[in-house]
């Protein structure tokens, strides 16, 4: 397992958050005196809001009430503007009063405010095509099998999969996602992979479905058995 709480701020959204904001500089959407919005289930978010506060952006993020009160709280304590909509654990793209909708619209209605988009914005893989991948594969020194990975935004298992298949195109990437009805923030079951422009299914090997009960209780074992701070 890549145990990616390792990261500055501690989850894998880490990455594209900086990557997502270099781009963004580089295409000269981000300047000083600009400010962020961002729909989040809260990793993202907190990515953001540090990376930003070392840069000079504040950041505005639209989330579900549904969030774990713990992300919402260190998001404000990170000096955020917390929206909390009643959207659901996964901000749904199509949804005229969801988060992502919300955070566009505020882009789009106030020039001061950038969007960057996690669920379109080729940022996002492109993050993990250019560290997640390469890591992995120097890592594991050529070695790796197969890649496995839960989908969300689906950035992590498109870019690390297209850089790994590159390298060897034997390996393969398998796709995890929770069963419907799950009440886990920041993956999305087979219906609510439709609202990601990220969602490469052609790109990878298979995709396996897991019960809700099940993520949980192999959490616990991870954390009881191995103390590795997991989520479901």
């Not at 505020?106 to 950038?114: C, G, H, I, L, S």
């Amino acid at each position: 397992a890549k145990l990616e709480w390792y990261n500055p701020f501690g989850a894998v959204k880490d990455r594209i958050a900086a990557n997502l904001i270099r781009d963004a500089e580089e295409r000269g959407a981000l300047a000083p005196g600009k400010k962020l919005v961002e729909a989040t289930s809260g990793n993202t978010g907190l990515g953001l809001a540090m990376l930003g506060n070392a840069k000079g952006y504040s950041l505005q993020t639209p989330l579900s009430k549904g969030i774990p009160l713990e992300k919402r709280t260190v998001l404000r304590f990170f000096g955020t503007d917390v929206v909390e909509l009643d959207d659901s654990l996964c901000p749904a793209p199509g949804a005229p009063e969801g988060a992502i909708a919300r955070a566009r619209e505020t882009a789009e209605t106030n020039k001061d405010y950038v969007a960057l988009d996690q669920y379109v914005n080729e940022a996002n893989p492109d993050a993990h095509y250019r560290t997640t991948g390469p890591e992995i594969w120097r890592q594991t020194a050529g070695k790796v099998t197969h890649f496995v990975a839960g989908l969300g935004t689906c950035g992590t298992i498109t870019g690390t999969g297209r850089f790994l298949k590159e390298q060897n195109a034997q390996v393969k990437v398998l796709g995890v996602c929770p069963e419907e009805g799950h009440d886990i923030p920041g993956v999305r079951s087979r219906r609510q992979l439709q609202q990601t422009k990220l969602y490469r299914p052609d790109e990878y090997d298979a995709e396996t479905e897991v019960a809700n009960r099940d993520a949980y209780d192999m959490c616990l074992r991870l954390n009881r058995e191995e103390s590795i701070i997991a989520a479901p």
